[in-house]
């Protein structure tokens, strides 16, 4: 899904409310409407998060502010791929299930065939899943064609040749005859789905992309090969790497990876990252994971998320998924 489909609801209004609070880093702005959290009486107990890489720091972000509220309360996060949430939360091993992307068909049926009801998302932030380069690389954008171009064998974008070298991308000098080293992620992340599915026109990848286990690797493979590129969530960007700025087609503009072009859908590998939960319509939530919900969805909650780098959701966004889980009226 393209950042012009991911319905960012009530998103773009960051950019437009006239009194906003002063976020964490990046210039980044947090919805004043987004309330405090405070503890409440009756919270303890254990959960389990499986899921996302991605999400990783994020969840031990959240999961650290809360347990400085509660004490009591213990929070296990594994983060091995979005391909590993559906089958936890399925199987009961995992109470949330943070992911990359939707989950898709296959996976709710699975889990309504075993509940007799969907899923529920908690839609915690928004990330630009940047294209990386060295941080001396010159290029100065690229298209989604281009994109695909260069990570995949199928070139479903309809680029007419493959592209190999950095020459082929405009670079000059000492770069025009160097080939272009890939870097992804594995087949059990979501951010390699989501990836394929947007950058790749669901096409398939080359089999020269080196898979990497997980984000900060990609990253960290990039910033030490200097004709490197790879993709992986902005939250993971570093001073040795540089986001391409993207543009959706050819003659197109170029948005950089940033809040302000996420929230407006200019920029096209915008996305949510997601945490499912298992939440029987005919029942309440257990207080600790309603309280972890709302933890999230609070100002701190968003606060830790610009903190990981990601771009805060806003006050409309969450009380929509409060009341789908039934947490507020």
Partial sequence: MSAKGIVLAGAAMLLAVGSVAPAIAQGVQIDPALPRYAAVSGVSGNVKSIGSDTLNNLMTLWAEGFQALYPNVKIEIEGKGSSTAPPALVAGTAQFGPMSRPMNQREIDAFQQRFGYPPRAVRGAVDALAVYVHKDNPIQCMTLQQVDAVFS????????????????????????????????????????????????????????????????????????????????????????????????RPGERCFEANAENAYAGDYPLARFLYIYVNVNPNQPLDPLRRELIRFIYSRQGQEATVKDGYFPVTQAIAEEDLRAMRIIN
Avoid: C, M
């Avoid at 493959?162 to 000492?174: K, S």
């Avoid at 594995?186 to 669901?202: D, I, R, W």
């Avoid at 984000?215 to 910033?223: R, Y």
């Fill in 153 to 248: 064998r199928t070139r479903r974008g309809g680029h007419s040749t493959e592209i190999t070298t950095w020459g082929q991308l405009g670079l000059t000098g000492e770069w025009a005859n160097r080939p272009i080293s890939l870097y992804g992620r594995n087949s059990a992340s979501g951010t390699y789905g989501y990836f394929k599915e947007v950058a790749l026109f669901n096409g398939d990848y080359r089999d020269s992309v080196k898979e990497q286990p997980g984000s900060s690797t990609v990253v960290q493979g990039i910033a030490s090969d200097r004709y490197a590129i790879g993709y992986s969530g902005v939250g993971y960007r570093t001073a040795d790497v540089r986001a391409v700025p993207l543009a959706t």
